[in-house]
């Protein structure tokens, strides 16, 4: 298996559906839609490709708190 994209959409046969988060030749992480994050060793793990590439590699999401009202 070659490296992937990141925000690459594949389907694992036991994990479903997941989009690639890092990939390089020696590990690929993807955040699996219900199950999570997982990694793989590159080398030896099957999935299939789902559609092309993002364009535009996808932006990192931060976070939000949610405020707290203070009493007066």
């Not at 036991?14 to 699996?32: A, K």
């Not at 060793?41 to 931060?62: F, N, Y």
Request: proline share 6%.
């Amino acid at each position: 298996m070659q490296t992937l994209v990141e925000g690459q959409s594949i389907r694992h046969e036991q994990y479903g559906m997941g989009i690639v988060t890092e990939s390089n030749h020696e590990r690929t992480t993807i955040d699996f839609d219900d199950h999570g994050v997982k990694r793989f060793v590159t080398s030896i793990w099957s999935a299939e490709l789902i559609g092309e590439p993002p364009a535009t590699p996808p932006t990192k999401r931060r976070g939000r708190r949610k405020s707290v009202k203070k009493a007066a």
